[in-house]
C-alpha cells in the first residue's frame, strides 16, 4: 500500500539555524500538508499546498517557513531560522480530492532546537 | 474560534468495547475523521464519514455521527491490547484544506 514517508525521523538543531524537513507524498496525490504536534498538545495545520502554490496557511505559518515541492516527488518544509518553540513533530500529509478527500500522513519528523 | 473536543483518558478492559467521544463547533464540517497515532508513530488513519450520514461501520469500528449535536463517536469492538494509543477526532470543511483535531483520546486496554 502506497504511503507518506518523511526523513529524517530525528532532527537535533541549534537555535537560529536552518532545517528542512523532506517528505514524499504518495505519488498520485496532488494536495500537500504539513502538520505540527508540540509535545502533549493539539496537531495544528501549518499549511497546503496545490499545483505549485501554497493554498492555505495558519498564523502559525510565518515568514521564518517555507514550502517547496523541487521536482516531481519530494515536497519539504523550511524553517530559516530555529527557535526553541519550533520543537515539534511535524507531520507531512497528501491527498487527491475529489474523492475521499481523506489526507494520509507520514510518520513525522521530530525536531529538537536546542 | 471553531475547536474540536475530545476527553483526554479511557481505559478498558481486553475484550470489552471501547467507545471514544468527540464535539465539534463547525455546523459546516464535511468530512469528520478518526486517526490513531501509536507511540513514536504518525497519524494512521482509520475511518472518516461524511456529515451525510450518521453511521459508518468497518469491521471492529462503528462510526456514529450525531450532526445535530455536533457528537462524533468511535466504537472499538472487543477491544485488544494492541489498539492501546491515542485517538485524534478531526473535522474538516468541504472547500477548506485544513483539518482540525482534536487533543487526542489516550485508550489504555488492559489484559
Known amino acids: 500500500e502506497p504511503e507518506v514517508t518523511q526523513t529524517p525521523s530525528h532532527q537535533v538543531t541549534q537555535m537560529g539555524q536552518e532545517v528542512i524537513l523532506r517528505c514524499v507524498p504518495i505519488?498520485?496525490?496532488?494536495?500537500f500538508y504539513w502538520y505540527r504536534q508540540i509535545l502533549g498538545q493539539k496537531v495544528e495545520f501549518l499549511v497546503s499546498f496545490y499545483n505549485n502554490e501554497i493554498s492555505e496557511k495558519s498564523e502559525i505559518f510565518d515568514d521564518q517557513f517555507s514550502v517547496e515541492r523541487p521536482d516531481g516527488s519530494n515536497f519539504t518544509l523550511k524553517i530559516r531560522s530555529t527557535k526553541l518553540e519550533d520543537s515539534a513533530m511535524y507531520f507531512c500529509a497528501s491527498d487527491s480530492p475529489p474523492g475521499a478527500d481523506t489526507q494520509y500522513f507520514g510518520p513525522g519528523t521530530r525536531l529538537t532546537v536546542l | 474560534g471553531e475547536d474540536v473536543e475530545q476527553s483526554l483518558f479511557l481505559s478498558v478492559r481486553e475484550g470489552d468495547s471501547s467507545v471514544i467521544n468527540c464535539t465539534y463547533t463547525d455546523s459546516s464540517s464535511t468530512y469528520l475523521y478518526w486517526y490513531k497515532q501509536e507511540p513514536g508513530a504518525g497519524l494512521q488513519l482509520l475511518t472518516y464519514?461524511?456529515?451525510?450520514?450518521d453511521m459508518k461501520q468497518d469491521q471492529r469500528l462503528t462510526v456514529l455521527l450525531n450532526k445535530k449535536d455536533k457528537h462524533l463517536s468511535l466504537r472499538i469492538a472487543d477491544t485488544q491490547t494492541g489498539d492501546s494509543a491515542i485517538y485524534f477526532c478531526a473535522e474538516k470543511e468541504g472547500n477548506n484544506n485544513d483539518m482540525r483535531f482534536g487533543a487526542g483520546t489516550r485508550l489504555t486496554v488492559k489484559p
Open positions: 464519514i461524511f456529515s451525510n450520514m
Open positions: 505519488s498520485n496525490h496532488l494536495y
